[in-house]
């Protein structure tokens, strides 16, 4: 079982709508969160990362949400355009006898219509 | 702002034969990530490299090897190719190797025929 799980697998959605990715992790130790926004054939972009601490975080129309006692990350995605068409990826970083390690999700494909 | 380099961003090798993947960190980073990504499936960690030595070792094969050099650059070595070693292959790069944001390259993209 993957230690970090996303859904949906894939989305469709209109333009200008929004969205909700979720993220469930079982990664322990927990150090942060982390929500990549990884365009076909290129590299993960980073779009927003959390600590333990922090609840929710935001940049520009996307807004993360962490519940560290739940182990859920939510990435919101407002008034959705063309470009957002991608795969969302959810990767949270664990420290293992003083390793740190990054664990990937298994990604949302996002499509946004015209 | 300089970022992560790959090189070359295509290869395409026949079974058997060796390919060598190069990875250019940002400036003053001092620790690199291998990743290989199959189709549709996330990245797999593959080695990791902190001031030159080896750091942490994923699922990377015996038929690969890695090195980081001098000036930081770091070097994927593979040989005896098979089908299915055909993937985007990831660099990413930090300052330290501690948490610290590990900021990806554009990838190779390796196709085995």
């Known amino acids: 079982k993957n230690q970090v799980e996303q859904s949906p697998q894939s989305l469709i959605i209109l333009e200008g709508k929004n969205c909700t990715l979720q993220c469930n992790y079982t990664v322990s130790p927990f150090s942060n969160l982390r929500w990549y926004k990884q365009d076909t054939g290129r590299g993960p972009v980073s779009l927003t990362i959390?600590?333990?601490?922090?609840n929710t975080k935001s940049n520009g129309r996307y807004t993360a949400t962490l519940d560290a006692d739940t182990k859920q990350s939510s990435l919101h995605i407002t008034a959705s355009q063309l470009s957002d068409s991608a795969s969302y990826i959810c990767v949270v970083s664990g420290a293992t006898s003083g390793t740190y390690k990054y664990i990937f999700g298994t990604g949302t494909r996002l499509k946004v219509l015209a | 702002a300089a970022g992560v380099i790959q090189s070359p961003r295509h290869l395409i090798k026949e079974k058997r034969e060796t390919a060598t993947l190069k990875c250019y960190p940002i400036p003053r980073h001092d620790t690199v990530y291998w990743y290989q990504q199959g189709p549709g499936q996330d990245p797999q960690f593959l080695i990791s490299f902190y001031e030159k030595m080896q750091s942490d070792k994923g699922s990377i094969p015996d038929r690969f090897s890695a090195q980081q050099f001098s000036d930081y650059h770091s070097e994927l070595n593979m040989s005896s190719l098979e089908l299915g070693d055909s993937a985007l292959y990831f660099c990413a790069s930090s300052l330290g190797q501690g948490n610290d944001e590990q900021y990806f390259g554009p990838g190779t993209r390796l196709t085995v025929t």
């Open positions: 959390m600590t333990f601490s922090e």
